[in-house]
């Protein structure tokens, strides 16, 4: 595995959670579990997109499990599973700028533009967890900072109090993963944010090209 792949897609994650939440209304395309407490949110204050974050949960569990069924089908016959994965990723990170340009700005984020553009950012992004958690175990998670920000946390205390001096390297070693794929995931909402604030939904171009550059990563991964 390239050291680098699993930053780009870290980086790729806070890009369209951040890009989606700004444009769609709250939705987290990435965090889908953070979209119920933009729901509730919505119910108080009287905002859109209840049904599209209403639906993004059980949108996001079914491509999981489509995912890894189809990468047992991509097993069977020897094809490469993950750049499979990662491609089909590209190809719905395309799809969901085209209709974010095209359809986009949302007004609200219940009508049916607004819903198709993020459930298809959902999807795209239900297969980055998928491929991640099967392909990329050992890295951390490219989506779901808190646990990893809670085990930074530990690992600093840890070694500030003071821990035998196996586990003295294997904390620093953790640490060195996990706070580069903080440090990139929080570039990619820095980014997303800079770009929506200038370009609205054209932001939405950069995600398929940086799911790209992985998706030629884990093409060279297999080839070492």
């Not at 980086?11 to 890009?19: F, H, M, R």
């Not at 020897?78 to 949302?106: D, H, Y």
């Not at 989506?143 to 690992?155: E, N, V």
Request: some cysteine.
């Amino acid at each position: 595995m390239k050291p680098s792949l699993p930053l780009m897609l870290s980086l790729n994650g806070g890009y369209v959670d951040t890009a989606g939440f700004l444009a769609l209304h709250g939705l987290f395309t990435a965090h889908v579990t953070g979209n119920f407490v933009t729901i509730g949110a919505a119910l108080v204050h009287g905002s859109s997109g209840i049904i599209t974050k209403l639906s993004a949960l059980p949108v996001f569990c079914a491509v999981v499990v489509a995912a890894r069924l189809f990468s047992y089908v991509l097993e069977r016959r020897g094809l490469a599973v993950l750049r499979t994965l990662i491609l089909f990723k590209v190809l719905l990170l395309a799809l969901g700028a085209l209709l974010a340009i095209r359809l986009g700005p949302f007004p609200d984020g219940d009508t049916w533009p607004a819903f198709i553009t993020g459930m298809v950012l959902v999807a795209a992004m239900a297969i980055q967890n998928a491929a991640h958690r099967i392909h990329l175990a050992s890295a951390p998670p490219s989506t779901l900072m808190t646990g990893t920000t809670t085990q930074i946390m530990i690992d600093l205390a840890d070694l500030w109090h003071g821990v035998p001096e196996e586990q003295t390297a294997a904390a620093r070693a953790r640490l060195s993963k996990m706070v580069a794929s903080v440090t990139w995931f929080a570039g990619g909402c820095a980014a997303a944010a800079l770009f929506y604030k200038f370009n609205q939904t054209w932001c939405f171009i950069l995600p398929p090209l940086l799911a790209c550059v992985t998706w030629m990563q884990s093409a060279q991964a297999r080839a070492a």
